[in-house]
């Protein structure tokens, strides 16, 4: 992986060595699942849920998008995803959507990062 | 001595299996484990269970995420723990939750180790790859334990078969000293089994009592080592001083037995030495060498001295030639050859007919 990659992919929040030392050094898996993770359906899955107000719905995707973001050491990402997981748990909805806005930000740009790098 | 007769040897399993519904992380521990197994992937707990269900024999690991849909992992373990496959295959739970209340659960499922997601390599690969060999080490020691049990199991079988064969072997050869084929202690041996098998004198007596009389019949005559040829292999009649010293062959027999210190402990012993000693008593007391009378004579006993005396009239022998068969059954009827207990007698008749077959082969 060239280094004007994994500039652009800390930039965007992507703990890019810890990820590498998951993936074995294998870097071409990293960039593989990280393509991946932008093609997940998990993510609209989330929002659609939150407009529907299905908080059971809303925990699946949100707990899926968690450990997602943690095997590729988004770790910013992780920690949102962590808190909603949490609050939805918790038996709070309401504060768990308000966190969106937030969430959503943090994924458009490692989303427009990835796009960046694989093009 | 071969080492793998009728075992199939322990081939150890190789391949690990990774149930997770997330393809990322499916993929992380794929390139984890790769190195170290043949690595297996299902993308939710159904197609996990049945693919570990069709071939548990396959399997060194399983590693198993918890939520997942169709069914989540606390339900594949619970098919797993129900089918007894929780201890055959060592079942990792991969989880990004740390609740006390799951974990609890997992491992009163039979999980044998919770590991926290994200993975970190090392931990992971050291944790699944130690109970791995740790079950790989068990079951090898377990089927050669199996295998070595078994060889000890035919040495054993080959030990009774020797003894046995000794012991034909010793009354083979005393027979063959009295000029007599050795096909009489085989024949003794044959009718009384028969005649345990085949009439209520067999009644109560548990297979391996049978073969044990049988076993000790054969050895009925062992005293004749100890009585001097010229009087063994005399053709005429013998005289009364003559007679007496035959006579103990009987008690001769049973105190040789009572030497042979293995003989002891071989279940056949009490019967040899019995059939020995008493093998020349008669129903009415007139027989030697203690003049038992009635019941006063073991079954097994009885039923030697009866087929001693049906082979030997039945027989050319160096004192006498072979009875036609009607006259055998008329003497024996008769109390020729000394008095028989006359329900032995009608059990002996009852059978005839089936042991005269032993002597037309000839």
């Excluded at chain 2, 054993?156 to 020797?162: G, P």
């Excluded at chain 2, 059939?275 to 007391?285: K, L, M, Q």
């Excluded at chain 2, 060498?289 to 050319?316: F, H, M, N, R, T």
């Amino acid at each position: 992986m060239e280094a004007w990659k994994k500039e652009q992919l800390t930039a965007a929040g992507v703990d890019v060595h810890g990820a590498l030392e998951r993936f074995m050094g294998n870097e071409a898996l990293l960039e593989r699942m990280l393509q991946r993770f932008t093609g997940d359906a998990n993510y609209a899955q989330l929002l659609a849920a939150a407009d529907k107000r299905d908080a059971e719905e809303a925990l699946r995707a949100a707990h899926t998008l968690k450990g997602m973001t943690g095997n590729l050491s988004m770790t910013a990402l992780c920690s949102l995803f962590t808190r909603q997981v949490e609050l939805l748990r918790a038996g709070d909805p309401d504060g768990a959507y308000a966190m969106l806005p937030e969430i959503t930000l943090a994924y458009e740009r490692i989303v427009g990062a990835i796009g960046a790098i694989g093009r | 001595m071969e080492q793998t007769i009728g075992n199939v040897p322990y081939v150890a399993p190789q391949t690990l299996l990774i149930v997770d519904d997330d393809a990322i992380n499916r993929g992380i521990l794929d390139n984890i484990f790769s190195a170290y197994y043949k690595v297996e992937e299902a993308e939710d707990g159904r197609v996990g269970l049945e693919k570990i269900t069709a071939a548990p024999e396959n399997y060194c690991a399983v590693l198993l995420d918890v939520m997942m849909p169709e069914m989540d992992g606390l339900e594949t373990l619970q098919h797993l723990k129900g089918l007894g496959l929780v201890d055959e295959v060592p079942v990792f739970l991969i989880t990004a939750e740390s609740r006390d209340a799951l974990m609890r659960e997992a491992y009163n499922l039979g999980v044998m180790d919770v590991i926290s997601k994200p993975v970190v390599p090392y931990i992971v690969t050291r944790r699944v790859n130690s109970v791995v060999e740790l079950f790989r080490a068990r079951k090898s020691l377990s089927s050669q334990v199996m295998k070595q049990q078994a060889e000890l199991l035919r040495q054993a079988e080959r030990i009774i078969l020797l003894n046995q064969g000794m012991i034909e072997a010793l009354s083979t050869a005393i027979e063959f000293r009295s000029e007599e084929s050795g096909d009489h202690v085989r024949r003794i041996h044959d009718i009384t089994q028969y005649m345990l098998e085949h009439t209520v004198w067999g009644e109560g007596l548990t297979r391996e009592s049978t073969e044990q009389i049988a076993l000790a019949s054969i050895m009925h005559d062992v005293g004749k080592i100890a009585i001097p040829d010229a009087i063994l292999n005399k053709p005429g009649r013998l005289t009364p001083k003559e007679f007496e010293i035959m006579k103990t062959h009987t008690t001769e027999g049973a105190r040789l037995l009572g030497r042979i210190p293995q003989l002891r402990e071989n279940g056949a012993y009490y019967y040899a030495c019995d059939i020995a000693r008493h093998h020349h008593e008669r129903w009415d007391g007139g027989g030697y060498p203690d003049g038992l009378k009635g019941d006063e004579i073991s079954p097994w006993a009885q039923i030697v001295s009866l087929a001693d005396v049906y082979d030997a009239l039945s027989c050319k022998r160096v004192y006498k030639d072979a009875f036609p068969r009607a006259q055998v059954l008329e003497m024996i009827r008769g109390g020729a050859c000394g008095v028989f207990n006359p329900k032995l007698l009608d059990a002996f008749f009852s059978v005839e007919e089936s042991l005269a077959g032993l002597y037309q082969s000839e």
